[in-house]
């Protein structure tokens, strides 16, 4: 399990644990915790009725389709899918697909987020249109927060100023934060940036060191831990808008198309989203085309036009956007 994550069971009866992986040899993005060979179900199959109680249905996510095929046909029982990521054959290899498509054969049911990702998993992963349920990646309950001032009291923040908030994994080249830092200098006055990275300040690499060295005064670290999702409302409620930036990095199996077409699958978006908080959006497909549909936030077309974007947010538009996330979170997240 890994730490400075919340990893508590996350409902009654759920049962969080851990099982042995070898990695040895096996490239990073392989997270399986069975060495591939050429038949597994009869290879593993007194390692499974050794390890595992017998169940009723095995749900695999993202590459663990591959554990959850064996186990399903080892124990003969029902399985499915949850894609979060999409890997595509054109990044990564024939072999490489055609393992999860061999084990996506039998699926019961698939679980992705959006039209367009759902198409994109069908094709690379050769699962019936018809097996595809589509759920965003969303909390149940739309949860308003107060306004607080914490963030602005510690930071040194002005009551009178705006945050912008940046939640999530910052330390990753993808997240777009070194694109972003040198257009603080052009944020309109009164708007100050906070990061807040999800594993904790000492997991952001070299950024403070950037921020000192650029003297990017209007950008300050959160101060807070890794928090929980019942912990969220405390950092959101002091945020104004968030930001949401996805840079795709071809070349990079997991960061290119699947966040160039990465839809309604963004955690941090549906976070906001789920306690009012307006977003500032990069161009990532379904989710930029909702925004603008339903008048969420703004949708910036390169990095250079975000200053720009928090100039056109005054008073009048993050109050209508408030309550138009509320109603957009009920009727097509929660």
Aim: net charge negative; proline share 7%; with cysteine.
């Amino acid at each position: 399990l890994r730490p400075g994550i919340d990893q508590e069971a996350p409902a009654k009866g759920v049962e969080v644990f851990a099982l042995p992986i070898d990695r040895t040899g096996l490239p990073d993005y392989t997270v399986i915790f069975l060495t591939p060979t050429e038949d597994p179900v009869a290879d593993y199959q007194s390692l499974i009725k050794e390890k595992l109680p017998e169940y009723d249905l095995i749900i695999g996510v993202d590459r663990g389709i591959v554990e959850a095929s064996i186990i399903a046909k080892i124990q003969g029982k029902p399985y499915g899918l949850i894609s979060y990521e999409i890997w595509f054959e054109r990044e990564t290899s024939a072999d490489f697909k055609n393992k999860e498509r061999e084990a996506c054969r039998d699926v019961s049911f698939a679980v992705c987020q959006d039209r367009i990702r759902s198409s994109l998993l069908s094709l690379e992963n050769d699962i019936s249109p018809e097996l595809i349920i589509e759920l965003p990646v969303a909390a149940r309950n739309y949860c308003p927060v107060e306004k607080n001032f914490e963030l602005h009291d510690i930071l040194g923040i002005s009551r009178e100023d705006k945050i912008a908030l940046y939640l999530g994994d910052l330390a990753s080249a993808w997240s777009g934060i070194y694109e972003i830092l040198p257009h603080t200098l052009s944020f309109p006055a009164g708007w100050h940036l906070v990061l807040h990275h999800r594993y904790g300040r000492e997991h952001l690499n070299q950024i403070p060191e950037i921020i000192e060295r650029e003297n990017y005064s209007n950008v300050k670290l959160s101060p807070y831990p890794p928090l929980s999702f019942d912990d969220m409302p405390r950092l959101l409620g002091n945020a104004d808008v968030g930001f949401v930036h996805y840079l795709p990095l071809p070349g990079n199996i997991t960061a290119n198309d699947n966040l160039r077409f990465i839809g309604m699958a963004s955690g941090k978006a549906s976070t906001y989203l789920q306690h009012g908080v307006p977003l500032l959006i990069n161009e990532i497909g379904e989710l930029s085309t909702r925004v603008r549909e339903f008048h969420l936030g703004e949708v910036v077309e390169s990095f250079a036009d975000i200053p720009k974007g928090l100039s056109s947010l005054d008073e009048v538009d993050l109050s209508v956007m408030q309550k138009n996330c509320k109603r957009f979170f009920e009727h097509h997240l929660s």
